[in-house]
């Protein structure tokens, strides 16, 4: 079948390593796609940096990947890879939870590559008329924000604490459906601060600074929990606190004062079928715009490194 580059982890906390590797055949029930694009997630980093797990080495990592079929359909292929339709949660509307889930550029590989493959059954159609760059990131960083959207329920004022990828497309479709978005970054990123202004938030400004006004409920991208607590203490009584990452330090401490009144904390995990339906119908009613930067494959480190630091507004895609 031929060779092709694949951008691995090889080993925790090193660099992901440019590897000569065959080209993936499609097994029973797989489309064999040519990558067109993947973004780059904050996930990614983790899974480098060993605080999630990847069970198997080496591993192709990138789990947003727009990519085109041999009979020349695009699809998108998100992070949910496989579930197991007969676990508890599968049965129950709750896949994401699926308890023999496997997950794309995790357990198996991903679309840091110029070929990959994914299950038919959990891929998306993604329209022609969106550059690949744009669609990507709506495979995680839109899918799980949506979920997290969903999970803070009604609320006229809504806070999201890390405007990057994530916040930057929910902020879009948050501010459509006519609530107040309050962006909180890094304290001092003048440029991120402008880029949420820009994208539709009615307030900007540090995590650390005063909250204009109490928020009805909010959403934690970034990977820091002390932001928990910070957000906890800036709802209103019965607001809701939703942390949309997969990982972050420790919550610290806090008063039962500060939860009472019906105030409640919760997390999302990964993403059903049904999110992306979801997600996908809304998205072009909106419509949801993407700012990317975009880097070619034998940069993806770079593109890593540049996440971690914050060195780009909106999100980074790997394009082949
Ligand atoms: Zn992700
Ligand atoms: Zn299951």
């Known amino acids: 079948m031929g060779g092709m580059l694949a951008m ?5 906390g090193r660099p992901l390593v440019a590897a000569e590797v065959p080209r993936p055949e499609a097994g029973e029930g797989q489309l064999a796609l040519r990558v067109e694009a993947c973004g780059v997630c904050r996930t990614d980093l983790h899974l480098l940096d060993g605080e999630v797990e990847v069970p198997r080495l080496p591993r192709t990592l990138g789990h947003q990947i727009v990519g085109r079929t041999v009979d020349g359909r695009r699809v998108g292929v998100p992070w949910l890879a496989w579930t197991c339709g007969t676990c508890r949660y599968c049965a129950s509307g709750r896949e994401n939870l699926c308890v023999n889930a496997r997950f794309t550029g995790r357990d198996v590989d991903g679309g840091f590559a110029e070929h990959a493959v994914a ?14 760059a744009q669609a990507a990131p709506l495979l995680c960083a839109g899918l799980i924000g949506h979920r997290a959207h969903r999970m803070a329920g009604d609320a006229r004022r809504l806070g999201i604490y890390g405007f990057g990828s994530a916040g930057h497309i929910l902020c879009q479709i ?6 107040e978005v309050f962006a909180f970054t890094r304290p001092g990123d ?16 540090g995590s650390v600074g005063a909250p204009p006004e109490p928020r009805d409920a909010a959403i934690v991208f970034a990977p820091d929990g002390a932001l928990v607590r910070a957000a906890l203490r800036a709802v209103a009584p019965g607001g809701t606190v939703v942390c949309g990452g997969i990982h972050m330090s420790d919550v610290p401490g806090f008063p039962y004062a500060e939860l009472w009144e019906e105030r ?3 997390s999302v995990a990964n993403l059903t079928r049904e999110d992306a339906r979801q997600f996908f119908a809304l998205a072009p009613r909106v419509p949801v715009r993407t700012r990317v930067t975009e880097y070619e494959l034998s940069a993806v480190n770079r593109a890593l490194d540049d996440l971690r630091h914050g060195r780009f507004e909106g999100s980074a895609v790997i394009v082949p």
């Open 174 to 179: 948050a501010t459509w459906e006519g609530q």
């Open 264 to 266: 409640s904390i919760r």
């Open 119 to 132: 299950d038919e059954r959990f891929c998306f159609s993604i329209p022609e008329d969106l550059p690949a």
């Open 190 to 205: 003048a440029a991120g601060q402008a880029f949420a202004r820009d994208t539709g938030a009615a307030w900007a400004g």
């Open 8 to 12: 691995q982890l090889h080993a925790v």
